[in-house]
Structures are given as structure tokens and as C-alpha cells.
Nanobody, 122 residues
Framework: QVQLVESGGGLVQPGGSLTLSCAAS????????MGWYRQAIGKDRSLVAA???????NYADSVKGRFTISRGNAKNTVHLQMNSLKPEDTAVYYC????????????????WGKGTPVTVSS
């Protein structure tokens, strides 16, 4: 059973920083892309940042220059460094991974974590 588990959320003041981490565990062959999404109350879930297996990155316009996504050395972890946080960054942050279960799996599947809440407030 593949699982993605997020950590690092919490309460932070405007202008502050947080680092989110996500680790994939269980039995799988490889992970291609990983990413962070967020969902604020009353809004749809949307992409925050994504990173491919080759370290190519993609960011939502609203976080460019403030957030940085990175993969761990073991490639089964992904981190999101969030700086200059704003109240509008308040949301539940979800980790996603496109995972191949074994060497015969040529399509892969998206797996999601359960989310970690981030609240930016004074």
C-alpha cells in the first residue's frame, strides 16, 4: 500500500516561513512527478508547485518568488519551502505523487496525502 504523508504545517504570522515535507512509503517501483496543492475553505484544490523526476519545476503565479519546491536525495520525498507567507496562503496543503507500482506499470497512478493545514494569521 503506497502512502504519502505530509508534515510541517501549522500557524505562522504574515511574513513568516514554513517548510512542508512529504514522504512516500510502501511498495513501489518509482516516482515520477511530485507536487503540492492547496485548498482553502470554499475554494477548489489548486496547484501550488510541482517538480518532475528531472527536477523541472512549475509554480502557481501567486507563489512564484516566495515558495521553492525540491526533491529529497532518495527521490521519495518532496519539500516546499514557503517564505513571505500571506494570509491568502492559508489552506490545507496536499502532496501528490505520480507513482509506478512495478516495472510493468507504464502508466502510473496519482496518489495523494491527507493534507496538512497552514494558517497565516497575526
Amino acid at each position: 500500500q503506497v502512502q504519502l504523508v505530509e508534515s510541517g504545517g501549522g500557524l505562522v504570522q504574515p511574513g513568516g516561513s514554513l517548510t512542508l515535507s512529504c514522504a512516500a512509503s510502501g511498495s513501489f517501483f518509482s516516482i515520477y512527478g511530485m507536487g503540492w496543492y492547496r485548498q482553502a475553505i470554499g475554494k477548489d484544490r489548486s496547484l501550488v508547485a510541482a517538480i518532475s523526476d528531472g527536477s523541472g519545476t512549475n509554480y502557481a503565479d501567486s507563489v512564484k518568488g516566495r515558495f521553492t519546491i525540491s526533491r529529497g536525495n532518495a527521490k521519495n520525498t518532496v519539500h516546499l519551502q514557503m517564505n513571505s507567507l500571506k494570509p491568502e496562503d492559508t489552506a490545507v496543503y496536499y502532496c501528490r505523487g505520480h507513482i509506478y507500482r512495478d516495472s510493468r506499470d507504464v502508466v502510473g497512478s496519482d496518489y495523494w496525502g491527507k493534507g496538512t493545514p497552514v494558517t497565516v494569521s497575526s
